[in-house]
């Protein structure tokens, strides 16, 4: 068994060896032009995709954008079934219709190019993430690469949940307070749309990069940045910043902070078990090699 584990291990460090050679010939320019081209890459799938988006704008706007503030949007029919069997009207969201308004002259047209890109760029995240990829694949080791390719999929998988939860969640709340908060029966609100889609857009890109937080955990727990032993120390004061972390993006109610407060407690859980098993994995490997040495 020594033998046949001490001769993987050769075989390995070979590889190891021949990668870093190749990588080692490219100059930091090469570097420099390898990742410009994975840019370039990225970018051309964002500005095609955000041409589509543009192209159908009308059905994003009216079918994504503007459906979470219309009561037969299906979060807000939820919260309606669910005020209906507890017999609480509070719970029912969103049934008051909002009236949105454009002060600029070319403040629609400006609109309709920032949703674009946003939409853009979130239907080319698995094209950016696997471009990035591509640029760290020469510096892994074999076995390395083949978790990477799975942790592409679980990027950006992690990425449009984080998006979905962000949309039929955080964004039917906050409008529902923020677009229904008075402080006078006198003041009619009247929503800017600049003001309402950045606050949508806001809040989707936000929720899809922190739900990336396993995927930080197990990057920073590979480089040794990252320890389950300190996570767990530090538990308590990561609880207390994610529900700060809640507070921000949710409205200032507490069934909403809780609502988004526990899948980031939950995140951070997975975090911690992840990082535990790349620190398994390292001592395993550490061992293999004490024994063949």
């Known amino acids: 068994m020594s033998s ?3 001769k993987e291990t050769k075989a390995l460090e070979a590889k190891r060896r ?30 095609v995709l955000a041409i589509v988006a543009f192209i159908i704008r009308d059905f994003i706007f009216q ?34 219709e909002i009236e949105l308004i454009n002060i600029k002259m070319p403040g629609q047209f400006n609109m309709s190019i920032w949703a674009a890109i946003v939409a853009g760029l979130i239907m080319a ?16 080791y074999e076995n390395e ?36 908060y008075s402080i006078s029966p006198e003041v009619t609100n009247q929503i800017n749309i600049t003001s ?11 929720s899809g990069v922190v739900f990336l937080l396993p995927v930080f955990s197990y990057s920073l727990s ?15 004061h990561a609880i207390v910043l994610l529900v700060a972390l809640a507070a921000v993006i949710t409205p200032p109610d507490i069934f909403s902070q809780i609502m988004v407060a526990i899948p980031l407690i939950l995140l ?23 024994k063949t040495s």
């Open 63 to 96: 079918e994504i954008i503007f459906k979470p503030k219309e009561s037969d949007f299906f979060t807000n029919r939820m919260f309606q079934k669910m005020a209906d069997y507890f017999g609480k009207d509070a719970l029912a969201i969103n049934r008051q």
């Open 222 to 236: 590979k480089v040794g940045l990252l320890t389950p032993g300190f996570m767990r120390t530090y538990r308590r």
């Open 125 to 140: 995240a698995p094209v950016v993430f696997w471009e990035f990829w591509k640029f760290i694949k020469p510096a892994l």
């Open 4 to 6: 046949k584990a001490e």
């Open 145 to 180: 690469k083949k978790v990477a390719t799975g942790a592409v999929f679980y990027t950006t998988f992690l990425f449009i949940i984080g998006v979905l939860f962000g949309y039929y969640l955080i964004v039917p709340l906050t409008i529902q307070f923020f677009g229904n």
């Open 18 to 47: 021949k990668e870093q050679e190749k990588v080692g010939e490219m100059s930091f320019l090469d570097h420099l032009e390898e990742l410009r081209w994975h840019i370039i890459r990225s970018l051309i799938a964002v500005f």
């Open 196 to 206: 309402y889609i950045s606050m949508v857009i806001s809040v989707v890109f936000a």
């Open 268 to 290: 951070y859980e997975v975090s911690i078990f992840i990082s535990g098993r790349v620190a398994k994995n390292a001592e395993k490997k550490e061992r293999a090699a004490s």
